[in-house]
């Protein structure tokens, strides 16, 4: 199957992962205009009216770097839409993106037909984000262009499947588009999951610890100071699993050796979470791949070494 028309071309095969809280329009726009799919949760424009106006900013700066750089066009970007029944914000969501005509749609926590056929009515694509086959076959049935798979080791709300297996099985019924999440940092591991049968790496943890990141110094700086040992995998903080820096839950005063289960039936994405500390607030996110993330810099500068990396990688491949 042929990739949309707004995923083709693409400097470099990477979309960069919608980090809430931390992705706004500084981080989105570095990342396009350095090749990389951009992308952010709509909720974290807040409140609601200023989703229109990072829009705009976003819109209006790439169509003013593609006029200065026919050579360098941007990226496309996406802007992430929590569709769980909790999101009383999603339908002025819908309408003020279908307003901007936002090229990529990246849906989370419930396959819906309905939000699927509402972006399609003004030319976008839907990428589903998924952590196990039920959800791939869902997605794929309620209209979802493409897939997302959310594999172990992914920062925020990550499955708990090795991307081998959920990749392959993938692969095995859809041969639309597709991103592969789970400890990415690095351009190698961008060409592993290209050779695995992916189309694109789906990397957010080492963009929190960038200069454009909307995340707190000390936040960043964990970030690099931390490895993979360093990550917890819980359901408290939201009722769904996710992956955390260990620091910060120490620093809210949890033990993150002894974390209660969390009821799934109690997902409250417009409270923040279930605890007292919130998600990801106060309790960082973060996937198994920062080992490779040594030094807070800028979006391009970090993207400009995975590309070295990547292909470097690939001449030691195929010499």
């Known amino acids: 199957m042929t990739l949309p028309a707004c995923?083709?071309?693409?400097?470099?095969p990477v979309i960069g992962a919608?980090?809430?809280?931390?992705?706004?329009p500084k981080l989105?726009?570095?990342?396009?205009?350095?090749?990389?799919?951009?992308?952010f949760p709509a909720l974290n424009a807040r409140p609601k009216e200023k989703l229109n106006d990072w829009l705009a900013e976003i819109t209006e700066t790439l169509a003013d770097w593609d006029a200065k750089n026919p050579d360098r066009k941007a990226a496309p970007f996406a802007v992430n839409q929590i569709v769980h029944r909790s999101n009383d914000r999603l339908e002025h969501d819908l309408e003020v993106c279908a307003r901007w005509k936002v090229p990529l749609t990246i849906t989370s926590l419930g396959a819906r037909e309905e939000i699927n056929l509402a972006v399609h009515s003004w030319g976008g694509v839907v990428m589903h984000d998924i952590i196990n086959i039920a959800f791939a076959r869902k997605a794929i049935e309620k209209g979802a262009d493409g897939l997302i798979a959310v594999c172990a080791?992914?920062?925020?709300?990550?499955?708990?499947l090795s991307p081998?297996?959920?990749?392959?099985?993938?692969?095995?019924f859809f041969s639309g588009p597709l991103a592969l999440s789970g400890a990415i940092a690095t351009g190698r591991a961008v060409l592993a999951a290209q050779a695995m049968g992916a189309d694109f790496a789906y990397i957010g943890s080492a963009f929190i610890a960038t200069d454009e990141a909307n995340a707190a110094a000390d936040y960043k700086q964990m970030i690099v100071d931390s490895q993979a040992e360093d990550i917890v995998y819980?359901?408290?903080?939201?009722?769904?699993?996710?992956n955390y820096l260990k620091g910060s839950i120490v620093k809210a005063g949890l033990d993150p050796q002894n974390l209660p289960e969390s009821d799934p039936s109690k997902m409250n994405f417009g409270s923040g979470g279930n605890t007292d500390a919130k998600a990801w607030r106060d309790i960082w996110g973060s996937g198994q791949?920062?080992?490779?993330?040594?030094?807070?810099?800028?979006?391009?500068a970090y993207i400009d070494e995975m590309k070295k990396d990547y292909a470097a990688a690939k001449a030691q491949l195929v010499r």
């Open 28 to 39: 989105v726009i570095a990342q396009c205009i350095n090749g990389v799919v951009g992308s």
């Open 289 to 300: 791949g920062i080992g490779a993330v040594r030094a807070v810099r800028s979006a391009g």
């Open 234 to 242: 819980s359901s408290l903080f939201t009722g769904v699993h996710g």
């Open 18 to 24: 919608p980090l809430f809280i931390v992705s706004n």
């Open 7 to 12: 995923l083709q071309g693409l400097a470099f």
């Open 153 to 160: 080791g992914a920062g925020g709300h990550a499955g708990a």
């Open 164 to 172: 081998f297996a959920l990749v392959q099985e993938i692969r095995g």
